[in-house]
């Protein structure tokens, strides 16, 4: 008998500075069946990605302390790993040309559900 294909990990790194909203979020996902990673900043980001190649989506606010806000994170992402999703959010307005790639936006406040709809839809791309 053979042993069925290990199902693909559906790995989310939440990246937010609020620690309630990252909560928030990451509680939401971890419902929604995601295995969720937190990070407080882009540069914590940073290295739980080069540590953790498993990771299929990042969602991250868009202002936050740190050396790189999560626009600069996400160009950062495009560069270094094409293949992890992103979603970016803020509670403020977005060109949409600054948003890298196939990046999606979702603006504060956000629905769980649209936000669990969003991974969703780039996990099972």
Avoid at 31 to 36: I, N, Q, R
Avoid at 107 to 119: C, N, T
Wanted: net charge negative.
């Amino acid at each position: 008998m053979q042993a069925k294909p290990a199902k693909p990990r559906r790995v989310v790194l939440i990246v937010e500075d609020e620690p309630l909203v990252r909560l928030t979020g990451a509680d939401l996902l971890a419902k929604a069946g995601f295995e969720v990673l937190e990070a407080g900043n882009a540069d914590e980001a940073l290295r739980i990605l080069e540590a953790t190649p498993e990771v299929r989506v990042v969602f991250s606010d868009v202002e936050m302390p740190g050396s790189l806000d999560g626009l600069a994170l996400a160009r950062n992402i495009c560069q270094r790993w094409p293949s992890v999703g992103i979603v970016l959010t803020s509670g403020h307005c977005i060109r949409a040309e600054t948003i890298p790639r196939e990046g999606r936006f979702l603006p504060k406040p956000y629905d769980g559900q649209a936000l669990v709809r969003q991974i969703e839809e780039i996990v099972n791309q």
